[in-house]
């Protein structure tokens, strides 16, 4: 039987016109922005577009508080929730990356790659004030892949060449954190107890409080990570998934994302084909799996409510609490129309 599209078991599906590179949810608005720039917020009880805006791009991050704060090619734009209009840009001269939103500071990273030796060169850190007023900026070698406030220190995890993680603290001082292996971070993120940091060499870095702890997950690179409040899940490029309940399953292709429910764990992967993995939460094992056309950008989740989004700028929507009945109604469909196409062919077998 031909694997079932994600979009059937959607809410709804809506277009952000190119590819989806920032995905946001909360209780009541689904929002997006785009390579080319576009931010589009949705009212999730009625899945209609609320506004949409359109800046300079590539969208790097976007996070939600009183305003929407979002970067964008060399800017840091603040956005109306409500009305979609813009309170303030500021120009930070160079590539904007990171985002990161405490109390009433705006922390943001921007990079300089070069181009003669394909690498990062220097990075800055900004603190902005939320009327857009600059006030502080810290340069450093390498590019954040990850930034996050732990306790009283924002957290890097940054590339080539010392690697590792910067801790900033409140007086700008910098601690450089070297990690085993000195392989360099992909990804991050926050948990309930600390980080979790992704490296090239399959190495994720565990940080409880003050106690750092390593831990091998394969020899390919970490390409995807969720936490709950009690375990994790990491992905690499092979398509190789661990938890921290100590389980492995092998799913082929690259991992590209991972959301956990109340349900399933979720799971994209791409290799030729995309597919999406609903997984036993307890040891991993495939409970269902849907085909999708393009390429899984981004899985994001907030109490009941899923978004996916992918590299053409699709926006799905998921309500977690009706998916089991979505399933098991489609699957019933499903059969419906398998016994009665076996029906037809043995007719016409008869009539031959």
Not at 133 to 144: H, N, Q, R, T
Request: proline share 1%; charged share 25%.
């Amino acid at each position: 039987m031909q694997m079932r599209s994600i979009e059937d078991l959607a809410s709804f599906v809506r277009d952000l016109g190119s590819e989806c590179t920032t995905l946001n949810i909360d209780q009541n608005y689904l929002v997006a922005g785009s390579k080319l720039g576009r931010i589009k917020l949705w009212e999730i009880n009625t899945g209609q577009v609320k506004w949409s805006l359109d800046v300079d791009g590539p969208i790097s991050d976007l996070e939600i508080d009183e305003a929407i704060y979002l970067t964008a090619s060399a800017e840091l734009h603040a956005i109306n929730v409500e009305s979609g209009g813009l309170e303030w840009s500021k120009n930070i001269e160079g590539p904007s990356d990171l985002i990161e939103i405490d109390e009433d500071i705006i922390f943001v990273t921007s990079s300089l790659y070069e181009i003669e030796i394909q690498d990062y060169t220097e990075s800055t850190l900004f603190k902005f004030n939320k009327k857009g007023e600059l006030l502080e900026s810290i340069d450093f070698e390498e590019k954040a892949w990850f930034m996050k406030k732990n306790n009283d220190e924002i957290i890097l995890g940054i590339g080539r060449p010392r690697c590792g993680f910067l801790g900033i603290d409140n007086e700008n001082k910098i601690l450089h954190n070297q990690t085993k292996g000195n392989s360099p971070v992909n990804m991050g993120i926050k948990t309930n107890t600390g980080f979790l940091l992704g490296h090239s060499d399959g190495t994720i870095t565990e940080m409880n409080g003050k106690v750092c702890k390593y831990i091998q997950c394969g020899n390919d690179s970490i390409t995807a990570m969720f936490s709950t409040n009690i375990s994790w899940q990491v992905g690499n490029s092979n398509g190789s998934l661990f938890s921290s309940e100590g389980w492995r399953v092998e799913l082929g292709g690259k991992i590209s994302s991972i959301v956990e429910t109340e349900d399933y764990i979720w799971v994209s992967t791409i290799s030729g084909n995309t597919i999406i993995h609903l997984l036993d939460r307890k040891n991993g094992s495939i409970k269902y799996q849907f085909s999708h056309n393009n390429e899984i950008q981004l899985m994001k989740l907030s109490h009941y409510n899923l978004a996916i989004s992918d590299e053409e700028g699709k926006i799905m929507f998921f309500d977690t609490r009706s998916l089991n009945k979505r399933i098991e109604a489609k699957s019933d469909l499903d059969q419906n129309i398998d016994k009665r196409n076996l029906l037809k062919k043995r007719l016409r077998a008869l009539r031959e």
